[in-house]
């Protein structure tokens, strides 16, 4: 039994999508480029976010103006990629669940908007196979190492594909650790202050394997975070 891409059905036992024997991704257009879909909504996110949030960003010279580059951020809450985006001067493009494009209008939004679906339980080729077309693009790669939301409880123990991608296209890492967002609306009618920090680019070298380089940016993740966020990696390694 196959789940059709434009439609989940839903049941208990069956919280994750499986490859469907009839993907469709393969014959979709997926923008490798800034679309004037993305400019407008971004235009327009900017100026509806800015009446809720007050955005303070660091380090926003550690951002290459031009090149491909991998960019790994925490994962506090399911909106996680809007405050990155808004931070970042560049597009990003990223991966997000299957789930979230099983609508064409929708499919359609999110592709315009540098979205891409990734089918989670078993190894995604197609999604790794796009990541790299958009890295060799000279493009922004976006992913959230830890694969899933920690919901404000500190960051979780991270997957390594942002590292093994950043290996394998030989390009650098661009850490963005984001704190507040997980308040958004809480402080209303104050605006949430969101705390958005780029760390220094961590360029990958030959002697780093996808799981040595996974925690060198989980620790330096962690250390622009709050303690109470920095979870796993609260505890820096000595030597590091």
Same mark, same amino acid.
């Given at each position: 039994m196959y789940?059709?891409?434009?439609?989940?059905?839903?049941?208990?036992?069956?919280?994750?999508?499986?490859?469907?024997?009839?993907?469709?991704? +393969?014959?979709?257009?997926?923008?490798?480029?800034? $679309? @004037?879909?993305?400019?407008?909504?971004?235009?327009?996110?900017?100026?509806?976010?800015?009446?809720?949030?007050?955005?303070?960003?660091?380090?926003?010279?550690?951002?290459?103006?031009? @090149?491909?580059?991998?960019?790994?951020?925490?994962?506090?809450?399911?909106?996680?990629?809007?405050?990155?985006?808004?931070?970042?001067?560049?597009?990003?493009f990223y991966m997000g669940k299957a789930e979230l494009f099983q609508i064409r209008p929708v499919h359609w939004l999110f592709r315009q908007l540098g979205g891409f679906p990734v089918y989670r339980g078993e190894?995604?080729?197609?999604?790794?196979?796009?990541?790299e077309k958009v890295?060799?693009? @000279?493009?922004?790669?976006?992913m959230f190492p830890e694969g899933t939301r920690s919901k404000g409880k500190g960051l979780a123990l991270a997957k390594p594909g942002a590292a093994k991608l950043a290996l394998e296209m030989n390009c650098p890492i661009v850490i963005v650790s984001v704190d507040g967002i997980q308040d958004l609306f809480k402080t209303f009618p104050r605006r949430t202050v969101v705390n958005v920090v780029i760390a220094p680019l961590i360029v990958p070298t +030959?002697?780093?394997?996808?799981?040595?380089? $996974?925690?060198?940016?989980?620790?330096?993740?962690?250390?622009?975070? +709050?303690?109470?966020?920095? @979870?796993?990696y609260g505890e820096l390694p000595k030597g590091f």
């Amino acid at each position: 039994m196959y789940y059709s891409p434009l439609y989940i059905h839903l049941r208990p036992n069956m919280p994750r999508l499986e490859l469907p024997e009839n993907d469709i991704r +393969p014959k979709l257009h997926y923008p490798l480029c800034e $679309t @004037g879909v993305h400019k407008f909504i971004v235009w327009l996110a900017r100026a509806v976010f800015k009446l809720f949030m007050d955005m303070r960003i660091r380090g926003l010279e550690n951002l290459p103006s031009t @090149g491909a580059a991998v960019v790994a951020a925490n994962h506090l809450v399911m909106f996680d990629v809007f405050p990155v985006q808004l931070a970042l001067p560049r597009m990003i493009f990223y991966m997000g669940k299957a789930e979230l494009f099983q609508i064409r209008p929708v499919h359609w939004l999110f592709r315009q908007l540098g979205g891409f679906p990734v089918y989670r339980g078993e190894r995604d080729a197609w999604a790794m196979e796009h990541a790299e077309k958009v890295l060799a693009a @000279g493009q922004i790669v976006a992913m959230f190492p830890e694969g899933t939301r920690s919901k404000g409880k500190g960051l979780a123990l991270a997957k390594p594909g942002a590292a093994k991608l950043a290996l394998e296209m030989n390009c650098p890492i661009v850490i963005v650790s984001v704190d507040g967002i997980q308040d958004l609306f809480k402080t209303f009618p104050r605006r949430t202050v969101v705390n958005v920090v780029i760390a220094p680019l961590i360029v990958p070298t +030959p002697d780093d394997s996808p799981l040595s380089l $996974t925690d060198t940016m989980m620790v330096t993740m962690a250390q622009n975070l +709050p303690e109470d966020l920095r @979870g796993v990696y609260g505890e820096l390694p000595k030597g590091f």
